[in-house]
């Protein structure tokens, strides 16, 4: 009795095995291969080609109908890919068609069609971001952050002609130059000390992404563009700033904003540096 | 019933079972699947957006860079295939000319052969 429930067991183990070698290797269910499936570097060349068609024919429900497909959420996926071609080093013409579209993804109505703006002035990132998050963080040297003092006074921006004159070549733009509308700092302990948040709007007050935006210190430049976050807002931008350095700061082709540095705070806030929030418009 | 009888209705009951599991449970189930294995209307999709792309770029070695990943020796086989596909499901007459320009333009570099201009 026992050899033969040790026999029936064996056959029907040895059935189970032969049905999942049939079903898995032999004659697999027909799949349809959708471009979800994609590997990651062929679904990131898909979406760099809807950007691009989206900017040659500008039917947003079009190129919304095909990054359904991939069945994740575009404008966050675009925005990724884009701050990773940005880390790669690549060219911004490659990148703005995606800042674009993920930024015309996240409002009712489309933007103006894309218009080749010069950007020879332009540098790319000189390094990938330290992190996936988009901010990217200026600092000089690994040295301690020194204490802020009661007479610190906090350094007001001022509008001025740059010194560091090559560094600020003028980028033609469409319409008018951005003009500094707002200058706001904080000292929350949420944020990230040095925090510098750039918002840039258009004539209308509509956030606008895909502007460069020029950031230079003494011994560097760093170039980061707007619309990178788009869960934050289509027009915003920002970057650490280091606390013994000063910058100055220059939206597409507007007008230089110098001596930014991050603001000290007072001895009772938990944090030593807050954040400075520039809004910008263009006239 | 005889002991071989029992033994092969035993194994049958598996392997239904095993089918089953491996059918309807747990299917294989498929990642990092390349551009190239998409069905055909995905597949035309993309040769519509390369030409659409194209169109405004007039940048041919990028348009066949963005082919290969369909045909790395023959970028201008899957155009073909895609006018072929856009003919015979009545896509707009826009469609179809956008990708004759781009086998025009293919054609004239012998992008065929997967040469590039």
Known sequence: ?283 | MSRHLLRLLFFLIGLAAGIFYAWKIAPVRYTDVPLAALRADYRTDYVMAVAEAYQNEQDLNLAISRLKLLNPTSPLTPVQEALLYAQTHAFEEREVAFLQSLIQALSTVGAEGGGTP
């Not at chain 1, 010194?163 to 990230?192: H, K, M, Q, W």
Request: glycine share 8%; charged share 15%.
């Open chain 1, 1 to 283: 009795m026992k050899y033969r429930s040790l026999d029936l067991l064996l056959a029907l183990l040895l059935g189970v095995g032969s049905g999942l070698l049939y079903a898995w290797w032999i004659a697999p269910p027909q799949v349809t291969f959708t471009p979800d499936l994609l590997r990651s570097s062929d679904k990131e060349a898909y979406y760099e080609v809807i950007a691009a068609a989206y900017a040659a024919n500008g039917d947003l429900e079009r190129a919304r109908a095909r990054l359904t497909l991939f069945g994740e959420e575009p404008s966050a996926a675009l925005a990724a890919q884009a701050q990773r071609m940005l880390a790669a080093g690549r060219p911004f013409s490659q990148i703005q068609p995606l800042v674009r579209l993920a930024a015309d993804l996240g409002r009712p109505t489309p933007s103006s069609p894309i218009v080749a703006t010069p950007l020879s002035a332009v540098t790319p990132l000189s390094r990938p971001p330290l992190s996936p998050s988009p901010t990217v963080e200026v600092v000089p040297s690994e040295q301690d952050l020194p204490p802020p003092t009661a007479e610190t006074a906090p350094v007001i921006p001022t509008l001025s002609i740059p010194t560091l004159g090559s560094a600020f070549t003028p980028i033609p733009t469409v319409g008018g130059v951005f003009i500094l509308s707002n200058y706001e700092t904080r000292c929350d302990p949420n944020l990230p000390q040095g925090l510098l948040q750039v918002w840039v709007n258009d004539e209308r007050g509509q956030p606008l992404a895909g502007v460069p935006i020029l950031l230079v210190w003494d011994g560097g430049q760093e170039t980061f563009y707007t619309g990178l976050k788009p869960e934050i807002g289509n027009g915003y931008a920002d970057v650490l700033l280091h606390p013994d350095l000063l910058y100055r700061l220059q939206v597409g082709g507007g007008e230089p904003i110098g001596n930014l540095s991050p603001p000290p705070c007072p001895p009772e806030s938990s944090i030593r540096y807050g954040s400075i929030i520039l809004t910008f418009g263009r006239k």
